[in-house]
């Protein structure tokens, strides 16, 4: 017997394995057959995105975001091509399904809701360039403020490292809704403000100059923006002084080159005399009052 009468007679016998439901036949080999045609398509589906992946990543011309937007528009018509496909591979007809539009609709409705608005927000943040990858963005507010760079735009959320090397995964759609910080929007230069206490009684010339000339030497330091030195207020036990630097490379943090400045400047202040103040209360006694008599109670 050929081969192709073997497999006849095997399919046939599968074939009759099985059940009708109306004027449909359920059967043993239809199930084999509807998984071998799904794992065909996440096959094809995942080299298909693994290729495209590679050819967006050779376009050096275009920037990570347009990369990364041609990259998933790519990848989503492929998956929807491939599913339409398989369908019509496996004789389905879509008026078939209509009985169950309605349950399907309400399950997209309720269940999906959330992972399509992530899917259409993250195309949003794509198309309209507002966060790209590299970026350092800063969301929330106060004490809840998460500030890292960006990773990767996801479909479902965009992943932050943070300096403590953290990744957090924040939906997409938080990022449409709510105030966030693009450190490097339009321009990767930043400023970073540093307040330095001097005692009252300094000479403040002197005092100004040390921290400029200090914060001129920092390695990450602009050349083409001056560091500044502002007086900023009168303080209780202290004269304050404030510094402002640019950077261009907020990604490599901030509270470091603070640390950096305060002690350099502190190593000059030393060298030059000037105090930097502490707290200070002095107390007042208008009235003391006198011995008790000898007869009294103590």
Do not use: C
Not at 107 to 120: D, P, R
């Amino acid at each position: 017997m050929s081969l192709k009468g073997d497999i006849a007679r095997v399919t046939t016998q599968l074939d009759a394995i099985g059940f009708d439901v109306g004027s449909y036949h359920v059967s043993l080999y239809h199930a084999l057959l509807v998984v071998l045609t799904a794992g065909a398509i996440l096959m094809m589906g995942r080299v298909a995105t693994f290729l495209i992946r590679r050819l967006f990543g050779r376009m050096h011309r275009l920037d990570p975001a347009q990369q990364l937007l041609g990259e998933k528009l790519a990848s989503l018509a492929v998956w929807i091509v491939l599913v339409l496909a398989g369908v019509d591979f496996l004789g389905i007809k879509l008026t078939a399904l209509t009985v169950f539009s309605g349950a399907f609709g309400l399950a997209v409705g309720f269940g999906l809701q959330k992972t399509f608005g992530n899917l259409i927000s993250g195309i949003i943040l794509l198309m309209d360039r507002s966060i790209k990858p590299g970026d350092v963005i800063a969301v929330g507010t106060g004490a809840d403020k998460t500030v890292g760079q960006v990773n990767r735009i996801g479909i479902r959320a965009v992943s932050i490292i943070t300096r403590d090397r953290i990744e957090y995964l924040i939906p997409n759609e938080l990022l449409m809704t709510s105030q966030v910080e693009n450190w490097s929007y339009t321009s990767r230069d930043v400023r970073v403000k540093v307040q330095v206490p001097v005692a009252y009684g300094t000479d403040l010339e002197l005092a100004e100059q040390v921290i400029q000339e200090e914060a001129r030497k920092l390695p990450r330091m602009l050349n083409r923006r001056e560091p500044e030195v502002w007086l900023h207020s009168f303080a209780d036990s202290a004269i304050m002084f404030e510094a402002q630097l640019w950077i261009e490379d907020p990604e490599e943090g901030l509270g470091n080159l603070r640390s950096d400045l305060l002690k350099a400047v502190w190593r000059r202040f030393k060298a030059q005399g000037i105090q930097v103040p502490f707290p200070q209360r002095d107390l007042h006694i208008k009235e003391w009052p006198g011995p008790p008599s000898k007869g009294g109670k103590s």
